[in-house]
């Protein structure tokens, strides 16, 4: 039979979907590249906003629309936090929440031979707070130069706006022996960099006191050329991590660090765990180690109670800071969070224009950081040739970096060159190789 995979959300969600097509390739499926095309679709869901739950539901009426023998198999964050309205949604055939998803060939096995009428919500096991990592199998991403390797699940900080804790469960870590097995096959598979990636990064070990240089120095040993992290928490980004990493071959010093708002009344009715000055002073510390690292955010506008002169602060701070790039997104409120039942709801228009104008600084300090890396030598890995007349690869802060095609007709995918950067846009790089990269290619 035939399976169509989407997925909606973080790259947590990327990452176990191919661990998800990999089962059911080990088990006899194959792969669609459509809906149309396929006998069975399975959505990985995220449940981070409202708004990605009206995009899920609406993909999931067109799918069924154009292709009404279509088995829906639902899973993920949505299912699994809201299990009573996932199983009204009527396109979906059968649902699988995150902690049985290593389930799917069985589940599918078992609809198949016993279809039901309606979902089956039952079958949703709820999280405990023992529970161990569950593992997925993922040797390749078979379409990615670079691959996203999850170590780390599930979320203890409960901030008031967020679901994710009880979509997830409480933190829980790869153990290092699976965590270099994984990392050891894709390097044989041919990736030359592992992108680490958790719901909650930062706090990868904490359950045996182990940390996250653990897991960086255990996948540089199994051999991996470049090392990148996903999105982290600030408050974990300690002295000893940053040195240890700074010393680490291979590490791309691109830092995410998640900073939700830069006023710290707000911060505190987040219930995040730093105020703005002492993550201000983690920026210090990170660029006092990584000079040439690009640290990048997501900011909320818009939550509960948030004054205009609170959101001015937030703006004069993300200036301060000077990030290469930033998410923004207006506040959405959770069913089942603290900030959901606050009486101090925003208007919608007024999270807009915040919005807007987060953004625009945003984009300002975007070009002001592309345009700083003007004149530096990078070493870049190609991923693709996009039909625009360009090579794309990325540099290790996390820059997009695009050399001419005309000069390098061959595909430079999976290749390491330098690139010496010798102009910027609103939205990456451009450069040449250097004469060093047409002796030495790597």
Same mark, same amino acid.
């Given at each position: 039979?035939?399976?169509?995979?989407?997925?909606?959300?973080?790259?947590?969600?990327?990452?176990?979907?191919?661990?998800?097509?990999?089962?059911?390739?080990?088990?006899?499926?194959? /792969?669609?590249?459509?809906?149309?095309?396929?006998?069975?679709?399975? /959505?990985?869901?995220?449940?981070?906003?409202?708004?990605?739950?009206?995009?899920?539901?609406?993909?999931?009426?067109?799918?069924?629309?154009?292709?009404?023998?279509?088995?829906?198999?639902?899973?993920?964050?949505?299912?699994?936090?809201?299990?009573?309205?996932?199983?009204?949604?009527?396109?979906?055939?059968?649902?699988?929440?995150?902690?049985?998803?290593?389930?799917?060939?069985?589940? /599918?096995?078992? &609809?198949?031979?016993?279809?039901?009428?309606?979902?089956?919500?039952?079958?949703?096991?709820?999280?405990?707070?023992?529970?161990?990592?569950?593992?997925?199998?993922?040797?390749?991403?078979?379409?990615?130069?670079?691959?996203?390797?999850?170590?780390?699940?599930?979320?203890?900080?409960?901030?008031?706006?967020?679901?994710?804790?009880?979509?997830?469960?409480?933190?829980?870590?790869?153990?290092? @022996?699976?965590?270099?097995?994984?990392?050891?096959?894709?390097?044989?598979?041919?990736?030359?960099?592992?992108?680490?990636?958790?719901?909650?990064?930062?706090?990868?070990?904490?359950?045996?006191?182990?940390?996250?240089?653990?897991?960086?120095?255990?996948?540089?040993?199994?051999?991996?050329?470049?090392?990148?992290?996903?999105?982290?928490?600030?408050?974990?980004?300690?002295?000893?991590?940053?040195?240890?990493?700074?010393?680490?071959?291979?590490?791309?010093?691109?830092?995410?660090?998640?900073?939700?708002?830069?006023?710290?009344?707000?911060?505190?009715?987040?219930?995040?765990?730093?105020?703005?000055?002492?993550?201000?002073?983690?920026?210090?510390?990170?660029?006092?180690?990584?000079?040439?690292?690009?640290?990048?955010?997501?900011?909320?506008?818009?939550?509960?109670?948030?004054?205009?002169?609170? &959101?001015?602060?937030?703006?004069?701070?993300?200036?301060?800071?000077?990030?290469?790039?930033?998410?923004?997104?207006?506040?959405?409120?959770?069913?089942?969070?603290?900030?959901?039942?606050?009486?101090?709801?925003?208007?919608?228009?007024?999270?807009?224009?915040?919005?807007?104008?987060?953004?625009?600084?945003?984009?300002?300090?975007?070009?002001?950081?592309?345009?700083?890396?003007?004149?530096?030598?990078?070493?870049?890995? &190609?991923?693709?040739?996009?039909?625009?007349?360009?090579?794309?690869?990325?540099?290790?802060?996390? @820059?997009?970096?695009? /050399?001419?095609?005309?000069?390098?007709?061959?595909?430079?995918?999976?290749?390491?060159?330098?690139?010496?950067?010798?102009?910027?846009?609103?939205?990456?790089?451009?450069?040449?190789?250097?004469?060093?990269?047409?002796?030495?290619?790597?």
């Amino acid at each position: 039979m035939r399976c169509y995979f989407y997925t909606f959300g973080c790259k947590v969600n990327t990452c176990e979907t191919a661990g998800l097509q990999q089962l059911l390739v080990d088990s006899g499926y194959t /792969i669609a590249d459509s809906p149309e095309e396929a006998d069975i679709a399975v /959505i990985n869901s995220c449940t981070v906003t409202s708004s990605g739950d009206h995009r899920m539901l609406s993909l999931l009426r067109q799918m069924k629309k154009k292709n009404p023998e279509l088995i829906i198999v639902l899973t993920g964050c949505y299912v699994q936090a809201f299990p009573e309205k996932a199983g009204q949604i009527k396109e979906a055939d059968l649902l699988i929440g995150n902690k049985d998803k290593a389930q799917l060939p069985e589940r /599918i096995r078992q &609809f198949l031979e016993k279809p039901s009428s309606a979902c089956n919500t039952q079958g949703i096991s709820p999280y405990k707070k023992d529970d161990p990592f569950e593992l997925l199998p993922c040797e390749t991403f078979a379409h990615n130069t670079r691959a996203f390797l999850k170590i780390q699940d599930g979320c203890n900080s409960f901030c008031s706006y967020c679901i994710i804790p009880y979509a997830r469960g409480r933190c829980r870590s790869m153990p290092l @022996s699976a965590l270099r097995k994984q990392a050891e096959l894709l390097v044989r598979a041919g990736h030359r960099e592992i992108v680490l990636s958790g719901i909650n990064l930062a706090f990868y070990g904490a359950e045996w006191g182990g940390t996250l240089l653990d897991a960086a120095e255990c996948v540089s040993s199994a051999g991996a050329e470049r090392i990148r992290l996903g999105s982290l928490e600030p408050e974990r980004m300690t002295e000893s991590l940053l040195e240890g990493l700074a010393g680490l071959p291979g590490f791309c010093p691109q830092f995410h660090l998640s900073l939700q708002s830069g006023c710290s009344r707000t911060l505190r009715a987040m219930n995040r765990k730093y105020t703005a000055e002492e993550y201000a002073d983690i920026c210090r510390r990170v660029r006092q180690h990584f000079p040439d690292c690009a640290i990048t955010t997501d900011i909320m506008v818009g939550f509960p109670g948030e004054t205009e002169e609170d &959101f001015e602060q937030s703006l004069r701070f993300a200036e301060k800071i000077r990030f290469a790039k930033m998410h923004v997104f207006r506040y959405s409120p959770r069913p089942g969070t603290p900030a959901a039942g606050s009486p101090e709801q925003i208007p919608e228009n007024i999270k807009t224009e915040r919005m807007k104008r987060m953004q625009a600084l945003g984009a300002a300090m975007q070009r002001a950081h592309l345009k700083s890396c003007v004149g530096r030598e990078v070493l870049v890995l &190609f991923e693709r040739e996009k039909g625009d007349g360009f090579h794309t690869g990325h540099a290790p802060d996390g @820059s997009v970096i695009k /050399i001419p095609q005309k000069n390098r007709k061959k595909s430079l995918r999976k290749s390491v060159f330098c690139v010496r950067i010798e102009e910027s846009d609103d939205a990456c790089c451009f450069g040449q190789l250097t004469e060093d990269s047409f002796a030495n290619p790597t």
